[in-house]
C-alpha cells in the first residue's frame, strides 16, 4: 500500500520505491542539501524573525513573507511586537533584503498565497490593526516566556488580500475565516482553498471569501511524540494530501538539543484518513558544505516551497533558535531556548538528484 510509504512514494515488492526528496524505509524522512552559509533572514541586518514563505514574483524575484519582531526585541515579545515583512532576493536560499512592512503588528506566522484569479491572499495570526509594541532598543533584559504562555496568548487569524505581491494589502471585511489559529492554507490547481487551522481543523472554500466548510480533523496517531503545532498543508501533484507539523516536548533536557523533537508528516489519500509517519521528517541538525554540522536547539513554522513546474518540494524554510543549547533558559526544554536567544528564519534546500537552486 502506497500509503504505507507515506505517500512519498510506491510500494514495490514490498518495499518503498520513494520520491525525491524523500527517502527511508517509509519515504518519511527528508534529504537535504548541505547549506554553504547559514542564511535566510535575520541576520543582515540582525533582527528576530520566525517563520515565512516565499514566492516568486513575475519580476523574477523571490519574495519573503516573514514574521519579524519590531523595535529590536527578541522572540519573547512576540505576543505585542510581532509583525509581517515583505523582504526580496534574487536567490532562494538568500539572503532577503527588507522591503517594506507587509502588515503591521500585530501579525505572526504569515503564509501568502496566490490564488486562481491571479490576486494574493496573505493568511496570518492576528489582525494587523496596530497595538502597543514594546520598545526594547535600550532595554538590557529580556523576558523568558514558555510555549504554555505563547500558546495562551494566541488570538484568530486575518486574511489580507492585494493584486501585488508588493502590496498594499487590505483585510477581508467581515472577516470569513472560522476560528482559526496557526493558518495554513493551500489553493488547488482548480481554485479550491485549503486550510488548516487550530493545528488540526481541514476547512475548504471556492472563495477566499468563504463560506468555509470542514472536511475533516487530521489524525496525528501514531507519530513522533509529543506536542503538536505549526502545521503546514499542501496537496502534491496526484491529488493527496500532506502537512507537516512542529512537535516538541517541554520535558527534554536542554542541556543537550541534538536529539530533540522537532518534525512529523502526516498524509491521506482523500483528506480525511489520514497516517503519520513514526519517525520525524527532519532534525535540529543542519549541515554546511564545510563539513560542518549545526544544531539548532529548536526548528518550528515549517514550511515549503515547490518547483513552479514540477511540483516538487524544492526548500524548507523554518524559524530557528540560534543556540545549540540553553542550560540557563527556561525550564521547559529546548523547544524554548528561543525565548532566551536570538532566533532567524533558514532556508535550506532538498536533495531531489541534482537539481541545484540558486
Known amino acids: 500500500d502506497d500509503l504505507d510509504c507515506s505517500l512519498n512514494g510506491e510500494c514495490k515488492s514490498g518495499a518503498c520505491l520513494c520520491r525525491p526528496p524523500w527517502t527511508g524505509t517509509d519515504c518519511g524522512l527528508l534529504r537535504f542539501l548541505p547549506v554553504p552559509l547559514i542564511q535566510g533572514y535575520g541576520m543582515k541586518p540582525n533582527v528576530t524573525a520566525w517563520g515565512g514563505n516565499v514566492l516568486r514574483g513575475d519580476d523574477g524575484l523571490y519574495h519573503l513573507f516573514v ?16 509583525f509581517c515583512r515583505h523582504a526580496i532576493s534574487s536567490t532562494l536560499q538568500g539572503p532577503y533584503t527588507p522591503h517594506e ?22 493568511f496570518h495570526i492576528g489582525t494587523g490593526d496596530g497595538g502597543n509594541p514594546t520598545n526594547c532598543t535600550h532595554s538590557t533584559t529580556s523576558a523568558h516566556t514558555t510555549h504554555t504562555d505563547a500558546n495562551n496568548a494566541a488570538s484568530g487569524s486575518t486574511i489580507h488580500v492585494s493584486s501585488s505581491l508588493y502590496g498594499p494589502w487590505t483585510p477581508l471585511d467581515p472577516n470569513p475565516l472560522p476560528s482559526c489559529n496557526n493558518p495554513s492554507p493551500f489553493v488547488a490547481p482548480n481554485g479550491t482553498i485549503y486550510i488548516v487551522c487550530n493545528t488540526a481543523d481541514l476547512y475548504t472554500a471556492l472563495s477566499v471569501h468563504g463560506p468555509w466548510q470542514k472536511l475533516s480533523s487530521v489524525s496525528v496517531s501514531g507519530g513522533p511524540s509529543g506536542n503538536y503545532e505549526d502545521p503546514f498543508l499542501w496537496i502534491d501533484t496526484r491529488g493527496y494530501f500532506h502537512v507537516l507539523y512542529h512537535v516538541y516536548n517541554t520535558h527534554q533536557d536542554r542541556t543537550s538539543c ?15 484518513h489520514w497516517r503519520t509517519g ?6 535540529t541538525q543542519v549541515t554546511r558544505t564545510t563539513g560542518q554540522t549545526i544544531t539548532v536547539s529548536t526548528r518550528e ?10 511540483g516538487v518540494e524544492m526548500f524548507l524554510f523554518n524559524g530557528v533558535c540560534s543556540a545549540e543549547a540553553c542550560p540557563n533558559g527556561p525550564p521547559t526544554g529546548c523547544v524554548d531556548c528561543k525565548y532566551a536567544n536570538w532566533d532567524y528564519w533558514l532556508a535550506q534546500q532538498l536533495d531531489v538528484g541534482g537539481q541545484v537552486y540558486e
Do not use: I
Open 67 to 82: 514574521a519579524e519582531m519590531a523595535l529590536q526585541c527578541p522572540l519573547s515579545y512576540w505576543t505585542s511586537n510581532s
Open 101 to 122: 512592512v507587509a502588515v503591521g503588528v500585530w501579525c505572526h506566522n504569515p503564509q501568502v498565497v496566490k490564488l486562481k484569479d491571479g490576486s494574493f491572499a496573505l
Open 258 to 272: 541534538v536529539h530533540s523533537t522537532v518534525s512529523a508528516h502526516v498524509a491521506s489519500r482523500d483528506g480525511v
Open 278 to 283: 513514526p519517525v520525524q521528517p527532519y532534525t
Open 301 to 310: 513554522r515549517p514550511k515549503l516551497y515547490f518547483d513552479p513546474q514540477t
